[in-house]
T-cell receptor, first 115, second 116 residues
Framework: DSGVTQTPKHLITATGQRVTLRCSPRSGDLSVYWYQQSLDQGLQFLIHYYNGEERAKGNILERFSAQQFPDLHSELNLSSLELGDSALYFC??????????????FGEGSRLTVL | AQSVTQLDSQVPVFEEAPVELRCNYSSSVSVYLFWYVQYPNQGLQLLLKYLSGSTLVKGINGFEAEFNKSQTSFHLRKPSVHISDTAEYFCAVTSLSPSNTGKLIFGQGTTLQVKP
C-alpha cells in the first residue's frame, strides 16, 4: 500500500459525458502528479501540482482540467469524453516539488472506460 | 527534451535464470534515471534510481542497474529471477531543467514473464 488513494477504481461512462477522478496523496506529501496509461500511448504525464499550484503541464487535453485543494487532495476532470480517453489514470505523490529528490508514490489507478 | 526507449516489449525467461531489461535515453542535459515496477492491478513502485555517484545502483528485490553515460543506457539486471518478478517494468528519466521539474518521462514498458 503506497498510501495514495484514488477513487473510483473503475468507471464506465458514455461518450460526451464528464467524470471526476479523485486522488488523496500520502500524508505529508505536497506534490500530486497525474498520469494517463493506455496501450498505445504508454504512460503519459498530464499535470503536476505542488501545494495547490500548478507546476508543470504535459500532454493534457483542453477537455481535461485538474486542481489541488487546500487539503492537498486533487481532482482530475475529464469532459466531452471520447472513446480514446479510455485508459488507466494514475495519481502519484511526493514530498517535494522536485521529483529527483524523492520517489513518486503511485496510487492503484482509476480505470476509465468510455463506451 | 528527454525521451526513453525500452528496447524489448516482452522478455520471457525461466525461473532462476539471469535477466537484463534494456533502456536507452536521450537528453541534451544531465539526467536522473529510474526503474519502476508495476505488478498486475497495482500502481507503480520504485525499484531503484540513479542521481549521481556510483554508476552501479542497487535496488529492491535483488535488482541492480548500471548507468552508462557514453552509451546513454540504464539497463536493469537481476542474476536470478523468481516467478514473483513477473511484472511490467518501466524505465524513466527526468532532469533539473525548469521545464522538466516534477515530470518523469516513462518508456513504453517491458513485460517480464518468468516461467517455471
Amino acid at each position: 500500500d503506497s498510501g495514495v488513494t484514488q477513487t473510483p477504481k473503475h468507471l464506465i461512462t458514455a461518450t460526451g459525458q464528464r467524470v471526476t477522478l479523485r486522488c488523496s496523496p500520502r500524508s505529508g506529501d505536497l506534490s500530486v502528479y497525474w498520469y494517463q496509461q493506455s496501450l498505445d500511448q504508454g504512460l503519459q504525464f498530464l499535470i503536476h501540482y505542488y501545494n495547490g499550484e500548478e507546476r508543470a503541464k504535459g500532454n493534457i487535453l483542453e477537455r481535461f482540467s485538474a486542481q489541488q485543494f487546500p487539503d492537498l487532495h486533487s481532482e482530475l476532470n475529464l469532459s466531452s469524453l471520447e472513446l480514446g480517453d479510455s485508459a488507466l489514470y494514475f495519481c502519484a505523490s511526493s514530498v517535494t516539488g522536485l521529483v529527483v529528490t524523492g520517489e513518486l508514490f503511485f496510487g492503484e489507478g482509476s480505470r476509465l472506460t468510455v463506451l | 527534451a528527454q525521451s526513453v526507449t525500452q528496447l524489448d516489449s516482452q522478455v520471457p525467461v525461466f525461473e532462476e535464470a539471469p535477466v537484463e531489461l534494456r533502456c536507452n535515453y536521450s537528453s541534451s542535459v544531465s539526467v536522473y534515471l529510474f526503474w519502476y515496477v508495476q505488478y498486475p492491478n497495482q500502481g507503480l513502485q520504485l525499484l531503484l534510481k540513479y542521481l549521481s555517484g556510483s554508476t552501479l545502483v542497487k535496488g529492491i528485490n535483488g535488482f541492480e542497474a548500471e548507468f552508462n553515460k557514453s552509451q546513454t543506457s540504464f539497463h536493469l539486471r537481476k542474476p536470478s529471477v523468481h516467478i514473483s518478478d513477473t511484472a511490467e517494468y518501466f524505465c524513466a528519466v527526468t532532469s533539473l531543467s525548469p521545464s522538466n521539474t516534477g515530470k518523469l518521462i516513462f518508456g513504453q514498458g517491458t513485460t517480464l514473464q518468468v516461467k517455471p
